[in-house]
């Protein structure tokens, strides 16, 4: 196998480049995993992946109090701290706790994080527990900007961005629901403020509101395509669960003239009593194929799937033993990445990171199999983010309990190389988590989805 880690140019102005790679046909691949520390920091997190290998994501850092969150960036051996240079160039903006979660291949950085503003209502809304106002963000070549929230709510939340810079998110209005969630899951609430679904530009200061499906009244998106057709989730502030572990009633689509489209469900709707339950659409690409998580009828369990329009939603196979799992992205070669996890779900099961090469056809590949056996990895958790080269990253637990950041790269085969047959689980499944990692990963799977 020919495995090449990326190149590392510490030249921040570089970040702003473009740069096409060829395509390939091949559907099954091998690859070698990274762990993108930092050393010795507790927790890291790789949420998405450009088409340079720019990594972004989150960790955790200690200053003396309570351990916070903070929006990092890795490129090759560069590593930065976006809260820290926030804190220097644009002191008193960013809270304590901050995370990104799409980078694109303009170097445009978006991210969600606490301001230094008391929520009015307390709502929780990022889940940190601190009583802090949240915004969604977009940082370029050093500088953090707020994105606006003309619907005159407190809060607002990202999802992704395109290669066109319109970013799909949610923010809060001004209506106040005595049916929204009093306490959820994932630790967020009370909410008091309905929230809708929104684009916000392409150009500076450009927004615009995706309604719900009728008779709902709140929406979420969290994935767009260069063609501006979003995924989310509809419903009402009673059965919908705000980002992490988010779920709702339905999975949505939206085409670029904003109109609504219900995607279907595996026969059951959100649950707000188990963490993650119910349906929810969380990527597309721009081939239209979305990908995400439906409720069966028990409606005590989530399982992956694939939509297509001329298909509708479809199964994508968990790895044996299974009965939890979330396609959490997928590119334009149709290779999605997620989460197969074992009974207990979210709150007590043990994820592994999983990629589906060929959609449903294809079977479903543990990550865990790459593992080399000098590698600092126990288990590879989840995988949050695919490029368009197959770059691959998310999380993962090392020897020392603590949970990184990984980096998968794809090796193209050699003849008579065959790759790891799918299927196979190599993650033990009972693999021992300290409450205090399974708080991590529960309150970071998904921090945008």
Not at 322 to 337: H, S
Request: proline fraction near 7%.
């Amino acid at each position: 196998m020919n495995c090449r880690w990326i190149v590392s140019v510490p030249v921040l102005g570089m970040l702003s480049a473009v740069l096409t790679f060829p395509q390939s046909n091949a559907l099954s691949r091998k690859y070698t995993v990274y762990d993108l520390g930092p050393a010795g920091n507790p927790f890291s997190s790789g949420s998405s992946v450009n088409n340079r290998g720019v990594v972004v994501g989150s960790d955790t850092v200690s200053d003396g109090g309570s351990p916070t969150s903070h929006a990092v960036l890795w490129y090759g051996d560069l590593f930065l701290d976006l809260k820290q240079i926030a804190d220097t160039r644009q002191p008193g903006l960013l809270g304590p706790n901050s995370a990104a979660g799409v980078v694109n291949d303009s170097g445009l950085v978006l991210l969600g994080g606490e301001t230094l503003l008391q929520d009015p209502n307390n709502e929780n809304f990022c889940a940190y527990g601190t009583g802090l106002q949240c915004v969604a963000m977009l940082w370029s070549k050093g500088i953090l900007s707020p994105l606006p929230n003309p619907l005159g709510g407190t809060n607002s939340g990202w999802g992704w961005m395109n290669s066109r810079g319109e970013v799909v998110g949610y923010a809060e209005n001004t209506v106040r629901d005595p049916e929204c969630l009093a306490a959820a899951p994932n630790g967020t609430g009370p909410q008091i403020l309905d929230y809708d679904a929104v684009i916000w530009g392409p150009a500076p200061g450009q927004f615009r509101r995706l309604p719900p499906l009728p008779g709902d009244s709140v929406a979420l998106a969290f994935g767009i395509n260069n063609s501006s057709q979003a995924v989310g989730i509809s419903g009402s502030c009673g059965n919908t669960v705000i980002p992490p572990g988010t779920a709702g009633p339905h999975a949505v689509l939206w085409e670029r003239d904003g109109t609504v489209h219900d995607l279907g469900s595996f026969g059951g709707t959100s649950n707000p009593a188990i963490l993650g339950v119910g349906n929810g659409a969380l990527a597309i690409n721009d081939e239209g194929v979305v990908v995400g998580t439906s409720a069966p009828p028990s409606n005590t369990v989530n399982q992956p799937f694939l939509w297509t329009k001329k298909k509708g939603m479809q199964h994508l196979s968990l790895l044996p033993g299974d009965v939890v799992g979330a396609g959490l992205d997928i590119n334009n070669r149709g290779e999605v990445v997620g989460a197969s996890i074992s009974p207990g779900g979210l709150a007590s099961g043990t994820p592994s990171a999983v990629v589906w090469q060929n959609g449903t056809e294809g079977g479903v590949t543990d990550l865990n199999v790459f593992l080399s056996p000098s590698s600092s990895f126990v288990a590879l958790l989840t995988a949050f983010g695919i490029n368009e080269k197959g770059q691959i990253v998310g999380f993962g637990m090392t020897s020392s309990g603590d949970i990184h950041a990984f980096l998968a790269n794809p090796c193209e085969h050699e003849d008579g190389d065959e790759s790891a047959a799918t299927g196979t689980r190599a993650a033990p499944a009972n693999l021992a988590l300290s409450q205090s990692v399974r708080r991590m990963i529960s309150g970071r799977l998904g921090i945008a989805k």
